[in-house]
């Protein structure tokens, strides 16, 4: 769970896939699922750290991606 939470605050703060994979923090194909609906729905809460963002994306669960859902239900979230 921590390394989601991880990935999703680094989405967020847009850096690159490739320096994610390096750093083990998700897959590229779950940073990418995420990463519109955290811009889109929790680019207010960005800068307030890993859990914010995870309630965040739970908050606006029924406006997110499929695919960030699911990323989501494979962390048991």
Same mark, same amino acid.
């Given at each position: 769970?921590?390394?989601?939470? &991880?990935?999703?605050?680094?989405?967020?703060?847009?850096?690159?896939?490739?320096?994610?994979?390096?750093q083990?923090?998700?897959?590229p194909? *779950?940073?990418?699922?995420?990463?519109?609906? &955290?811009?889109?729905?929790?680019?207010? &809460? #960005?800068?307030?750290?890993?859990?914010? #963002?995870?309630?965040?994306?739970? *908050?606006?669960?029924?406006?997110?991606?499929?695919?960030?859902?699911? &990323?989501?239900?494979?962390?048991?979230?």
């Amino acid at each position: 769970m921590r390394k989601l939470l &991880v990935a999703l605050t680094l989405l967020s703060a847009s850096l690159s896939t490739a320096a994610f994979a390096q750093q083990g923090r998700g897959t590229p194909d *779950e940073q990418k699922a995420c990463t519109r609906d &955290v811009q889109k729905f929790c680019r207010p &809460v #960005i800068d307030q750290g890993d859990f914010t #963002i995870l309630a965040c994306l739970k *908050e606006n669960r029924a406006k997110i991606s499929q695919a960030c859902d699911q &990323v989501l239900k494979n962390h048991n979230q």
